[in-house]
């Protein structure tokens, strides 16, 4: 093999890297571009904060102990956040994926409503997984 040879080889073997790299994961991958690595601004917390207020709390009560006033008429209720067993199994990247496509994008109730609006917003669902983690220490 001539030098030319060597390069072009390289070259096709670093393509290929790059495109397993981006490829496959489907599903997995829009709840993973929200994962650990985004960074959360002082704004994000803010919104997040007025949003689990408003939306959340609603069910999952204020302090995300599932007391919320809707939660009454839940079945299955939504859980304690409390719980540190239930924090141990889940992944952040589950968490965001709930807050953002809803229960059913996780075999999980529908009466998690999906939250849409909050997928251009990865810092703030983000910082509503961070919110979500608060009460469980
Ligand atoms: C209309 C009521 C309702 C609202 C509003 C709501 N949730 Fe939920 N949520 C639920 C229910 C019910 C479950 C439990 C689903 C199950 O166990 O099948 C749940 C489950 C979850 C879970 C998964 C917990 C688990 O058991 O695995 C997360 C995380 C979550 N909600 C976050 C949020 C956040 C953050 C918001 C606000 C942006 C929100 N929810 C708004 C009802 C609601």
Redesign the pocket.
């Known amino acids: 093999m001539n030098r030319t040879t060597y390069t072009a080889a390289g070259f096709a073997a670093a393509a290929l890297l790059l495109l397993a790299g981006c490829g496959g994961g489907g599903e997995n991958d829009k709840a993973g571009k929200a994962g650990k690595s985004t960074s959360i601004s002082a704004a994000d917390r803010k919104e997040a904060h007025e949003?689990?207020n408003t939306?959340?709390?609603?069910?999952?009560g204020q302090f995300g102990r599932?007391d919320?006033a809707?939660?009454a008429a839940?079945?299955?209720?939504?859980?304690n956040?409390a719980d540190a067993a239930?924090q141990k199994t889940?992944t952040d990247e589950?968490?965001e994926k709930?807050?953002v496509y809803g229960?059913s994008s996780?075999g999980?109730?529908p009466?998690?409503?999906p939250?849409p609006d909050?997928e251009a917003k990865p810092g703030v669902v983000a910082a509503?997984?961070e919110?979500?983690r608060s009460f469980g220490q």
């Open positions: 949003i689990f939306r959340c709390a609603t069910c999952h599932g919320g809707g939660a839940l079945d299955p209720k939504p859980r956040y239930w889940v589950y968490i709930v807050i229960g996780v999980k109730s009466l998690m409503v939250n909050l509503l997984r919110k979500v």
